[in-house]
C-alpha cells in the first residue's frame, strides 16, 4: 500500500512538473475558473434564490426585483462567454501543447528501443497505451485538481450558510460521502482493467484500418487475397473487444445503476424530507430559508460526492501515468544510449574500415541467419552481396548499420565496436534502402 501511494505520489509530481513546463499559467487559470464556477453555481442556487424569496415574501416593490434578475442575468452572461472561450480556445490549445510534450518522450523512447524488443508484441500494447492516454490523463490530473479547488470553496460557502442557520442540516452528507468514494474506485479500477484489456485488440483494428486507408497498400490490396487477410484481423479485433466488453460492460452498468439509484436519489429526497420535517416539527422560519436549507443539503451532498470522484478520477489517472513513466524507464534501461558513447565518426573525406569479426546472428525464432561472418570494406569501395532467398543479405545490413546487435563476435568502424557510437551519428555515417521502404515516399 505505501509502495503504491509512493508511486502515485511521484507520477503526480511528474504531471504536475510537465504541465506546469508546458504553460505554467495553467493551474492558475484552471483555479481561477472553477472558484468562479463555483461561486456562481453556490450563490445562485442558495443565496440568490434566498434573497429573491425574501424580497417576494417581504413585499419588495417589482422595480427592484426586476434590478435584481437583471443584474444577475448579465453576470451570467458574462461568465458563460469566458467559460465558453476558455474550453473551447485556452484549454483545447494546451492539451495540444501538452500532448506534442509527453508524445515526443514516447517517441524518443520507442526509437531508442532495439529493433527486436520494437517487434515485441507485448512492447507494441504499451507503446499503444502510453500514446492513448498518458497527454489525455496528465491534462485530466490537471484539470480535476482545479475542479478539486472550486468544490472545496463552495463546500466552504455552503458550510457557512448551513453553520448560520441549521448545522443539522450537515450530517446528510456523509452517506454521499462513503457511497461516492467505494463506488467511485471500484468503478475507475474496473474502467482501468478494461482499457488494458482491450489495447491489444484496438492495435489490431487501427492496423486494418491503416491497410485499407493508406494509398501505398492499394495496389497489393488489388492484386492479391491480402484484403481478406486484413479484414479477418479487423473482425478478429472486434470480437475481442466485444468479449472484453461483455465481461466489463455488466460491471460498470450495475454500478452506474447502484449510483444512480441509490446515490443520487438520495441526495435528492434528503433535502426534500429534511425541510418537510423541520416544516412538521414547527421550524419558524422564511420560505427563502426553507428552500436555501434544502438547496444547500443538495448541493452540499452533490459537492461532495464530486469532491471524492475527482480525487478517484485523479488516482486512477495517475495509474495511466504510472504506465508512462514504466515504459520510459524501460527503454532507458534497455536503449544502447545508457552505455558510455566514445566512438567519433568518421567526417565526410576522413577515410574509414567497417568491419566484421566473426559475427553471428540468430533470431528468436530460432532460425540462425548468420555464423562466424568476417568482412572488411574500405572507404570507397563498392561491395555487392549476392546471394539466394534467407541467405542473410538483409541480416548483414543491419548488424552494418547496428539495426541489430552482434549476437556472436563484433562489428567495428575505424576499430571502435557500433556499440559506442550513439544512434544518431551512425544514422549520419550509414543508411539503408531496402525493397519494401515504406516511411517516406521517395524516389530514387
Known sequence: MKKQMKKSWNSAIRT?????SVDRFYFLYTIVYNLLKQFFNVFYSVYFLRTLLAYIENGQ??????ALLLFMACVEIVFYHLDNHLKQVYFVNFETKLKENVNENIFHAARNAGYEVFCDPKFLNQYRQVLDNTAVKMA???QTSGAACGLCFALGLVLVYLVKVDLG?????LFSLVYSFLAGSIGEKIKYTFNHATTEAERKKEYARRIFYLPKYAKDLRMYAESDLVEGIYEEGTEEIIREQKRFG????????LEACIGDAVIVLFPIAYVAVRILSGAQMLVGDFVGIAQSVAILGWDVEMLLDQFVEIGSSLRYVQDYEEFLAAQEEKTEDTVVKTGK?????????LECQNAGYQYASGKKALHDVCLEIHSGEKIAVVGENGAGK???ASLLVNLFPCQEGSVVLNGSSLSTYSRRDLNRFSGVVSQDFQIYPLSV
Open 345 to 353: 565518426i568518421p567526417g565526410k573525406n576522413d577515410s574509414w574500415v
Open 394 to 396: 538483409t541480416t548483414l
Open 250 to 257: 455488466g460491471k460498470l452498468a450495475l454500478f452506474s445503476f
Open 16 to 20: 504536475y512538473k510537465t504541465v506546469w
Open 140 to 142: 485530466g490530473v490537471a
Open 61 to 66: 416593490s417589482v422595480l427592484r426585483i426586476v
Open 169 to 173: 442540516a450537515i450530517l446528510f452528507c
